[in-house]
């Protein structure tokens, strides 16, 4: 597989809660520099950041991060905020306790309402598989699907586990046709951003992957 197709499928991604705008600023130069799909960053620099790569590269944000229990209304407003500062695709994190209760209804209308925040927008719903059984992620895909949103995806990263192969050919075999698969988390190098496409994701969440690209080429 060509580097640049394995880059063009890259959320290249800082989301350390320490994260400054000149790093912020050198992960965007990254990103079009190396044609990524996008750059994941906090939402605090999303407005600032969509202003520095003017329209050469999507903005991608994470909301009810990392821990997913906030209300509806407060993600719903978080979408709906981030996409006004420019945001032009949004990572939202489940509540896992709706799903650790069985809530399958409140689960499926959040996601739709905060699908509708977004305003046409991409939405990746983050399912976080480490802290999930097998069949709570078959159920989280089947909820996804009807959702309408626009992809799947394994982890925040922050979860004490990342993708794993067996999540994403999980995910494959159990999402619809109009769903897309996000693997992040852990996504250490070339040999496993090229596993994790193979299995069937169309995006990764990751970092280093670009910084294996630099390393090449250094």
Known sequence: ???????????????????TWEEIKAICDDGMKYQCASVCIPASYVKQAAEYVRGKLAI????????????TAAKCFMAADAV?????????????GWVKDR???????????????????????????????????????????ASGADYIKTSTGFGGGGATREDVALFAKHVGPDVKI?????????????????????????????????????
């Open 1 to 19: 597989m060509e580097l640049k197709e394995i880059l063009g499928k890259c959320d290249h991604t800082l989301l350390a809660q320490g994260a």
């Open 60 to 71: 991608c944000t994470v909301i009810g991060f990392p821990n997913g229990y906030d209300t």
């Open 84 to 96: 006004e500062n420019g945001a032009e695709e949004v990572d939202m994190v489940i509540n896992i």
């Open 103 to 145: 809530k399958w209804d409140d689960l499926l209308a959040e996601i739709k309402a905060i699908k509708d925040a977004c305003r046409g927008k991409l939405l990746k719903v983050i399912i976080e598989c480490c802290l999930l059984t097998d069949e709570e992620k078959v159920k989280m895909c089947e909820i996804v699907t």
């Open 182 to 218: 996000k693997a992040a988390g852990g996504i250490a190098d070339l040999k496993d951003a090229e596993d994790f496409i193979n299995l069937g994701a169309s995006r990764l969440g990751t970092s280093r992957v670009v910084k294996a690209v630099k390393a090449l080429e250094g």
